[in-house]
T-cell receptor, first 114, second 111 residues
Framework: DGGITQSPKYLFRKEGQNVTLSCEQN?????MYWYRQDPGQGLRLIYY???????QKGDIAEGYSVSREKKESFPLTVTSAQKNPTAFYLC?????????????FGSGTRLTVV | DAKTTQPPSMDCAEGRAANLPCNHS???????VYWYRQIHSQGPQYIIH???NNETNEMASLIITEDRKSSTLILPHATLRDTAVYYC????????????FGDGTTLTVKP
């Protein structure tokens, strides 16, 4: 079955360490996105990519980095510069923006920095 | 992209219709209205979307006002499993990357 896989589901890291969250999709979607969700709040856009080798900052990109070397993969690195990295991270994809398609979300990664 | 406004919470009795409102008064002519729901600690799930006309699928109905400034998601016979956070977003299909999800509406279906 096609879908988006985020791994791991839970991740613990020490403060000051960089950590990379994985996101893989086999839906042949062009666009991919990373969102952050804090408890009781909505989703905030971190980065998005509409095509391979290109990505754009979202609303809260500081302290994060991404790459899009393959259509299927859009990893997110949470760097030590991110002041409050503990959160629930969601990856999504969508078909060509020119077509009226919705987002498909992964099941999320819960990152805890101690 | 236009922003949306939703009530923070709503209750509904099991078996009754749940009507969730969304205001998008600054929506542009080429923006679609999308609805998603998120069950605790999972990724949001697509429900339905529309441009101008009312839409219905196996999950819900979407009623969009004639001026397109507001919409209502209708769950015709709510069940306990429909308890979730419901998000209404508007989306320009030529710039899909900047959709903003607000805090949504927490729907609680009660027995």
């Amino acid at each position: 079955d096609g879908g988006i896989t985020q791994s791991p589901k839970y991740l613990f890291r020490k403060e000051g360490q960089n950590v990379t969250l994985s996101c893989e999709q086999n839906l042949n979607h062009d666009a991919m996105y990373w969102y952050r969700q804090d408890p009781g709040q909505g989703l905030r856009l971190i980065y998005y990519s509409q095509i391979v080798n290109d990505f754009q900052k979202g609303d809260i990109a500081e302290g994060y980095s991404v790459s899009r070397e393959k259509k299927e993969s859009f990893p997110l690195t949470v760097t030590s510069a991110q002041k409050n990295p503990t959160a629930f991270y969601l990856c999504a994809s969508s078909i060509d923006p020119g077509v009226a398609g919705g987002y498909t979300f992964g099941s999320g990664t819960r990152l805890t920095v101690v | 992209d236009a922003k949306t406004t939703q009530p923070p919470s709503m209750d509904c009795a099991e078996g009754r219709a749940a009507n969730l409102p969304c205001n998008h008064s600054t929506i542009s002519g080429n923006e679609y209205v999308y609805w998603y729901r998120q069950i605790h600690s999972q990724g949001p799930q697509y429900i339905i979307h529309g441009l101008k006309n009312n839409e219905t699928n196996e999950m819900a109905s979407l009623i969009i006002t004639e001026d397109r400034k507001s919409s209502t998601l209708i769950l015709p016979h709510a069940t306990l499993r429909d308890t979730a956070v419901y998000y209404c977003i508007v989306r320009v299909n030529t710039n899909a990357g900047k959709s903003t999800f607000g805090d949504g509406t927490t729907l609680t279906v009660k027995p």
